[in-house]
């Protein structure tokens, strides 16, 4: 018998949380998944019978997290997790101007300090040492193409990932030593409730002059929508994470080569002659 492997996994009520719930534990893992609400608890303990433990706790609340840590802890005994998925997020729209600074701040708690958080109070479950030769966790990061690329209307959210983007790196290098490493998986749309819940949500900008900017961002974001990719090519990618040695970060999204070149290669003025053309003309 091969010795039981642990995740731990936040944000799995919907989406791709969920989905790499289901398909982690086909492929031999025992999952740790949090949810915030009692209800996404009831549901997934009956949708995961076997190697699941639902966890309940809002990642924004140190207290909550600790008791979650307490939970998994008890039940791993001495076994150590092989990767924790920082996967819980949220997206708020608008233009950076007129967003207000509460929705700004909770993009930014929910998005990084909260993925900080989660982080730091697990960290001593992935810790192996690099000089002894034990072996560490993998810290997965569930970024986005929006921690690499700026578009309008995304700008809290582009803050928030761009800003996981450079913890992501930071933690990689100063965790060298506990043999953790730290990967980013940057999605495109995928098959989700992230943006659904932001399409045509955003009447408050409907008498301001960003309004054929919101107006556009929403047929963008049902364009997206029906070309999103299934959850499954994360749920794929997150177990080759753990279970091999990859490259840092991974763009995830239909016609890849192209927009890594948009991403990486455009001169950024032709960029934002692209966007104001698309946007305001």
């Known amino acids: 018998m091969t010795e039981k492997k642990y995740v731990l996994i936040t944000g799995v009520s919907t989406g791709i949380g969920n989905d790499a719930v289901g398909y982690l534990i086909k492929n031999g893992y025992h999952v740790f998944g949090s949810v915030r609400k009692s209800d996404d608890a009831s549901r997934l303990k009956k949708q995961y019978t076997t190697d699941f433990t639902c966890l309940q706790f809002d990642v924004t609340q ?24 920082n996967n819980a997020g949220l997206a708020i729209g608008g233009p950076i101007e007129l967003i207000d600074d509460e929705k700004f701040r909770y993009q930014m708690e929910v998005n990084l300090f909260a993925v900080r958080n989660v982080t730091n109070t697990f960290l001593p479950l992935l810790k192996g040492n690099k000089r002894e030769g034990l072996k560490g966790g993998k810290l997965i990061m569930i970024s986005s193409i929006s921690g690499v690329f700026n578009t309008p209307f995304n700008g809290a959210y582009c803050v928030s990932k761009h800003a996981m983007e ?15 490493d730290v990967v980013s998986i940057q999605p495109g749309p995928i098959k989700s409730k992230l943006w659904e819940k932001n399409v045509n949500k955003y009447e408050l900008y409907e008498n301001t002059a960003y309004k054929q900017l919101m107006q556009r961002s929403n047929r963008i974001m049902e364009k997206a929508a029906e070309n999103a990719l299934p959850a499954e090519v994360i749920s794929k990618l997150i177990l080759k994470i753990l279970t091999k040695k990859t490259k840092l970060s991974f763009v995830v999204t239909k016609n890849k080569l192209t927009t890594i070149f948009f ?10 002659a692209i966007f104001y053309k698309k946007f305001f003309k």
């Not at 913890?167 to 030593?177: N, P």
């Open 166 to 180: 450079s913890l992501a790196e930071i933690y990689r290098r100063e965790l060298i030593m506990y043999d953790i």
């Open 263 to 272: 991403i990486k290669y455009l001169p950024a003025r032709w960029v934002d």
């Open 62 to 85: 140190p207290g909550e997290i600790q008791l979650a840590y307490a939970k998994v802890e008890k039940i791993l005994k001495r076994n150590k997790l092989s990767g924790l998925v």
